[in-house]
């Protein structure tokens, strides 16, 4: 399969993260295919926690913030809605599942929230890949099957985002005469993931910024090429997106260094119930996370940071407890930037990151990345930083 030639954008959107659940120094579980209650962190995900992140991402130019949704987070558009109070331009990535509540209900939801903070949502649709989770709220339809609803779901969305009366009577989704009393303007685009070969026609049909996790550069390549080869079909056009943790420092040898750190905080207990629990996934892409630490932890090897560098810069350490995004760009300034060039000229538009601890991370990111990417001419957003790249918390490393 071969992928076209992509120039990058003007300008590459970037994004954090909001961890509605908990925050620490080091590798908090929960994520995709965690338990309920799995995800802790020495921080607590308060209001005023998360609008310092959100006012640090802002403030450096990030597009917006993606917020999780699941069993083991604090609901997304409760706490987006408080954050979004506290910061004044940053656009939020909401995620939500179709099929928990009605399509009527989340497009109005939508369009509530864009008359009230214009321009700043954006959805990121999430199908649900756990049965037993989805079971927890009561939804007992197969993995399939809730392929089948998102299709449903998202076509009576978007044509009560059009304006029109909608009435469909479909498998999975029954609606009447629906309609809104005010559209959302702009019309928030809509984000979607998903590995298996129910996801792509979803994808293709429907979604504006198709995301992936962070994978090798070869099968991230796939990926693209999987995807816009069926939207071409459909003649459309879909950007991608990339989710990815990140540890970057002044130096290279410091930022493996954090790496050791935060596997050296992790005990084979640990990583042994982490990994049992993630094993009990349907999503394709969290088998794929899986696969990437295997061997190191059959032979037991992830104890060294090094041996989970599955890529040049890509490191799979999160994933040995963290469900969903597993890996991370490891590296000097230079380096993760080189990383982000690198996926950015295969065709990836957007870039969601997150770090441990968010906060501290995102300046570290901010101060060091973002302005090698803003002399390259990759990202253009926010103001520019002056100053020894370095987090204000701690002092240079050199």
Same mark, same amino acid.
């Given at each position: 399969m071969t992928v076209d030639s992509a120039t990058p954008p003007p300008s590459l959107a970037l994004h954090w993260f909001l961890p509605t659940y908990g925050d620490s120094r080091s590798i908090v579980g929960g994520g995709h295919g965690s338990r309920a209650g799995a995800a802790s962190g020495d921080r607590r995900a308060t209001i005023g926690y998360l609008s310092s992140i959100g006012r640090a991402a802002e403030e450096f130019g990030f597009t917006g913030a993606l917020t999780p949704a699941g069993a083991w987070c604090e609901d997304a558009w409760l706490t987006t809605a408080m954050v979004a109070r506290e910061t004044e331009k940053l656009a939020f990535l909401i995620a939500f599942r179709p099929g928990l509540i009605s399509p009527t209900l989340a497009a109005q939801m939508a369009a509530t929230f864009s008359r009230h903070a214009p321009g700043r949502?954006?959805?990121?649709?999430?199908?649900?890949?756990?049965?037993?989770?989805?079971?927890? #709220?009561?939804?007992?339809?197969?993995?399939?099957?809730? #392929?089948?609803?998102?299709?449903?779901?998202?076509?009576?969305?978007?044509?009560?985002?059009?304006?029109?009366?909608?009435?469909? =009577?479909?498998?999975?989704?029954?609606?009447?005469? &629906?309609?809104?009393?005010?559209? !959302?303007?702009?019309?928030? !685009?809509?984000?979607? +993931?998903?590995?298996?070969? &129910?996801? +792509?026609?979803?994808?293709?049909?429907?979604?504006?910024? #198709?995301?992936?996790?962070?994978?090798?550069?070869?099968?991230? &390549?796939?990926?693209?090429?999987?995807?816009?080869?069926?939207?071409?079909?459909?003649?459309?056009?879909?950007?991608?997106?990339?989710?990815?943790?990140?540890?970057?420092?002044?130096?290279?040898?410091?930022?493996?260094? =954090?790496?050791?750190?935060?596997?050296?905080?992790?005990?084979?207990?640990?990583?042994?119930?982490?990994?049992?629990?993630?094993?009990?996934?349907?999503?394709?892409?969290?088998?794929?996370?899986?696969?990437?630490h295997e061997e190191s932890r059959r032979d037991g090897s992830w104890k060294d940071p090094r041996a989970l560098e599955i890529a040049p810069n890509l490191w799979s350490g999160v994933g040995l407890v963290r469900g969903g995004a597993g890996t991370a760009l490891v590296g000097s300034h230079t380096e993760v930037a080189d990383r982000i060039a690198e996926y950015a000229a295969l065709g990836i538009d957007e870039f969601v990151f997150s770090g441990y601890p968010h906060l501290e991370e995102l300046y570290w990111f901010g101060e060091g990345v973002l302005p090698i990417l803003r002399r390259r001419g990759l990202f253009t957003a926010g103001a520019q930083q002056t100053g020894a790249a370095h987090t204000p918390f701690l002092p240079a490393s050199r």
């Open positions: 949502l954006l959805l990121n649709v999430v199908t649900g890949g756990e049965a037993h989770e989805q079971r927890q #709220y009561g939804d007992h339809l197969s993995k399939d099957e809730r #392929y089948a609803r998102t299709d449903e779901f998202l076509t009576v969305v978007r044509g009560l985002w059009r304006g029109e009366s909608v009435t469909h =009577q479909g498998t999975h989704i029954q609606v009447e005469d &629906a309609s809104l009393p005010f559209l !959302p303007d702009p019309i928030p !685009p809509l984000y979607f +993931g998903g590995s298996s070969p &129910a996801a +792509g026609p979803v994808a293709a049909d429907h979604t504006d910024v #198709y995301l992936t996790w962070g994978e090798p550069p070869a099968a991230v &390549a796939a990926k693209i090429a999987w995807i816009r080869d069926l939207a071409r079909e459909r003649e459309r056009t879909v950007r991608f997106g990339i989710r990815l943790h990140v540890i970057t420092r002044d130096t290279a040898e410091d930022a493996w260094a =954090q790496a050791g750190a935060l596997v050296d905080a992790l005990g084979e207990d640990t990583v042994a119930t982490a990994q049992a629990n993630l094993a009990r996934s349907e999503s394709v892409g969290q088998r794929s996370m899986l696969a990437l």
